[in-house]
């Protein structure tokens, strides 16, 4: 079993910047490919990005290629997006996700490749 805990939500104007934090339990997060998504009012969660394990590489969604960056320490379990330029059709909720069987991209691109989610953490930004 595998937690996944959200940080550094908010509220910021357009052009702002957040980092979003997610730390995970378990002793073998290297092994994790780790996943970002997000979910607007009325829409379906989509994706944002993906941090395959071991490697690290890592795939983009193309409205936020650019703009955000997707980083981990592995030390500390902890996989960061960095969210610069922000406008206000980034507004959703975001959650961190992880997949435990090395599944590889395209894949990855869907929210049912990933075993493990976390509650959310809000970004809401101002125009």
């Known amino acids: 079993q595998v937690q996944l805990v959200e940080s550094g939500g908010g509220l910021v104007q357009a052009g702002g910047s957040l980092r979003l934090s997610c730390a995970a339990s378990g002793r073998t997060f290297s092994s994790y490919t780790m996943g970002w998504f997000r979910q607007a009012p009325g829409k379906e969660r989509e994706f944002v990005v993906a941090?395959?394990?071991?490697?690290?590489?890592?795939y983009y969604a193309d409205s936020v290629k650019a703009r955000f960056t997707i980083s981990r320490d592995n030390a500390k379990n902890t996989v960061y997006l960095q969210m610069n330029n922000l406008k206000p059709e980034d507004t959703a909720v975001y959650y961190c996700?992880?997949?435990?069987?090395?599944?590889?991209?395209?894949?990855?691109?869907?929210?049912?490749?990933?075993?493990?989610w976390g509650q959310g953490t809000q970004v809401t930004i101002s125009s």
């Open positions: 941090s395959r394990r071991f490697s690290g590489d890592a």
């Open positions: 996700a992880a997949d435990l069987g090395g599944k590889t991209w395209p894949s990855l691109l869907s929210s049912s490749s990933y075993n493990y």
